[in-house]
């Protein structure tokens, strides 16, 4: 079983939590993920590392209450356990190389883009980093991407925090005032990371975006993960979660996505109820 050890709201829909997970600490890499249950009942579900202590064996997960599973996760409470926590799955961030890399971070996507921003920055990278929220409220983060980086600019939808625009008009203008990026990389919400993707294509950047779609096993037998990358067929959980932006084909992949968002209303709302019950 898997304790949890720690538990923090960082926004009205965002938690994070430290997890008792030896073997897991001990090969975890940005950019990897771990499959989790619940209890023993419970549906399985993909969750970025967002963090990890090898001499604590504890593994950091941050997570946005979505579905019924999440709701159900953001119920629990430290000490109690949870039944399966697999991992680290998918292959880990690639910094090799890289001596300047811009991180583009959208949202709760943000919780993946920290683990690698803070890679790069430890490797000796100068790491720019660029965040967007929709308003101050929302904004996780804040002080570690600042520990983590040389650039941080902040954007939000309304200018409640930072500059007011998306991390697309930031990027545009770091770039065409002369900064020179080995590698871009971009974790967000699907058309985020397109739009990204579209604008660094015209500048010939390199560009990585890190893609999270309904996963099941996670080893590739399910094929729920797949995604069209460059023409082929890839799996998520076991090609990725990370690939080059400029080959993703992200319209099929948000396509596909929306197919489940009615069963995953319906699930959510029938386990909020289940606690308006209890209480």
Known sequence: MYEILEKQILNPTVLRMKIAAPAVAKKAQPG???ILRTDENGERIPLTIADYD???GSVTIIFQVVGATTERLSHMEVGECLSDFVGPLGRATETEGVRKVAVVGGGVGCAIAYPAAKKFFHEGATVHV???FRNRDLVILEEEFSAVSQKFVKMSDDGSWGEKGLVTDALRALIDSGEQYDRVLAIGP????KFVSLLTK???IPTVVSMNP???DGTGMCGGCRLTVGGKTLFACVDGPEFDGHLVDFDEAMARGAMYRPFERAAHEAVCN???EVK
């Open 32 to 34: 990897q993920f771990v």
């Open 54 to 56: 090898r001499s604590a």
């Open 130 to 132: 660029i965040a967007g």
């Open 190 to 193: 699907l058309p985020m990371m």
């Open 202 to 204: 015209e500048y010939n």
């Open 214 to 216: 309904i996963m099941i």
């Open 274 to 276: 289940l606690y308006r």
